[in-house]
């Protein structure tokens, strides 16, 4: 109940409230006011009425000393008769020294003298009467004593007269300041009520210009002050949020461009891609949409990257997107995943020949050539594609199977499309199993160096050396030569590990070799490839393999192709110059079936140039492939450079290069690539 009462107290209205406060207080103060004046009148009634009954007690006492003394009950009598005047006296008696009781009138129960009355004066209040007891002395001797018993119920009723017109003065008090404070409180309560008003209105309205009036300078005139500045802060604070928030707009719109849009080609990113993908997909099982999803890989960009930088760069991937977006359906969706990769969802994909035909409109887009910085650039693109729902509706092999069908269209030679067949997931699968093959063999030393031999072309044919070759030797499908893993080692990234192994087991096996008498100590060859280039640790890994070793540097030949020395940039020049430096020999292997430019003669510390066998296999009937060895050997006799000719099966061969002035020679003519074991045995 109490807990009631209290939310009906909190909920009320503030001139209930202060009318409520107002009762009770003002109840409160006539109740305690009454109670204080009946208490006053009541004390003051009472002493006056008892000084009066002792007073009298006295005189009655002292005139009826002689006659009690003098055992006279009459003139006792006469005494106390005076009393029957008073109506308030019901009872007066004299009693003897002995407490006998000598004159009395009225009537009363038995009563008996106190002791105390010897002493003095005693009173005595029994329920409405009022006892007065006076000691009779005469020459201060106690003789006996006076009683006299008074009715207060007289009294109380004017005691009760009193209060009641004290509380009716305080009635009319109270109500006449019930109608002064209804008078009164509209006006007080009036600028708190305007105050609120305006808060609703306010509220309504969601306008903060307007301000409360100050009415007074009192306590609610500095309320609505307060209400005024906290206004003007509101509207402070609304202004600095509105702004705040239009720079969150500003930022959140910046941050959704970054988040979702790529800033080269302005075109939706890979965040934006797999997300709509995801989407798409969803709608493929619910509404049996079809959808496909391309793969689109730029040809080459690297090479322009690497030649023109990558300011040329970003203006061709800027233009191919800007031509790519003009062959496409406005319903198409093209994004770029990054590098030179993009992706186009056709939301609304018919059969195959649609597909092909807008694959088939990229490519055309992308044939014509870039004019940018007054020099035209080609790029071309490979293209691979899957139907969804027809090859998948899961988001993981979408991707893999349009990667899956891009990377095939660029083993067909590239610019071209290719769409998802069940065919290149087995093979895809067999590539896993054997990279997985490859890693655990790598793991397990499975790999075997072989060395074929590379001999001086005159008529000893003299032992100089040997190239280093790597063997995989297969549980189950035997000894694989390196043309059937090392591709494969080069797109996983494996061959750094696998060539930092060959040059370490080359170097130890080379350094085991015996020299021969008069003769140069052997050297070994070992190939280099384009990953192994790129590391940054691969002149710490020579320096390494030759110091464990102990390998001369001169007894070192690193072969490079002409793919490797593409890459003109002044890194690779640095990094090759550097092998140099070491002592290490650099040879350039399958001189002549690459760009064959005469500025890597120039650029690179070449130190010997290896004729391709393709030149060699048809020689001496071919007279094209005659020729440009007689050309090659010519370059290297004018530079100083070293040519070695590979693939020599038979004696003829070998004479004619001889003749041609060809140094020196390797191929099955001389020896097959034999196991480190057997060489080590020939070398001896």
Known sequence: MLSTMRHKWIDMRLRHKLLLTYLLIGSLAALVSAAFISWGAWNSVRERAEIDALTRAHVIAENSAAGLAFRDADAVADTLNVLRIDKRVRYAAVFDGRGQSFVAIGHADPVTVPGEVASGDWVQRSGDYLDIWAPIRIDRKYFGALIVREDMRGIYQRVASLVGVVLLGLLLAGVMGWLVILRV????LRPLNDLTSLMQQMTQQGNYSYR??????????DLAQSFNRMLDQIECNNQALSDELRQRREVESKLDQLAHYDNVTRLTNRHYFEHRLRGLLLDIRQQGRKVALMFIDL?????????????????LLRSVAERMRNALRAEDE?????????????????DPPQVELTAQKILKALAQPVHID??????????????LPEDTDDFSSALRYADMAMYHAKHLGKNNHQMFKQALLDEHGQRLVLEAELRHALDEGALEMYFQPISKLNDNH????AEALIRWRHPERGLIPPGEFIPLAEETGLIVRIGEWALRTACHEAARWRQQDG?????????????????IHLLSRIQSALDESGLAPERLELELTESILADQSSQAVQVLMRIAELGVRLVLDDFGTGYSSLSYLKHFPIAKLKIDRGFVHELPGNLDDKSICDAVIGLGRSLDVTVLAEGIETREQAELLERMGCQQAQGFFFARPLPASTFREIAA
């Open 299 to 315: 040809d080459n960009f690297k090479d322009v990257n690497d030649t023109y930088g990558h300011h040329v760069g970003d203006v």
């Open 519 to 535: 003769q140069a100590p052997l050297f070994v060859s070992v190939n280099l490839s384009p990953r192994q280039l790129s590391d």
């Open 334 to 350: 093209i994004s770029r995943l990054g590098g030179d990769e993009f992706a186009l969802l056709m939301t609304h994909a018919g």
């Open 185 to 188: 409180l509209p006006r007080v």
């Open 374 to 387: 007054g020099r035209d650039i080609f790029v071309g693109c490979s293209i691979g594609s899957v139907l």
């Open 212 to 221: 409360a009036r100050t009415h007074a300078h009192d306590e609610v005139g």
């Open 462 to 465: 003299v032992l100089l050396g």
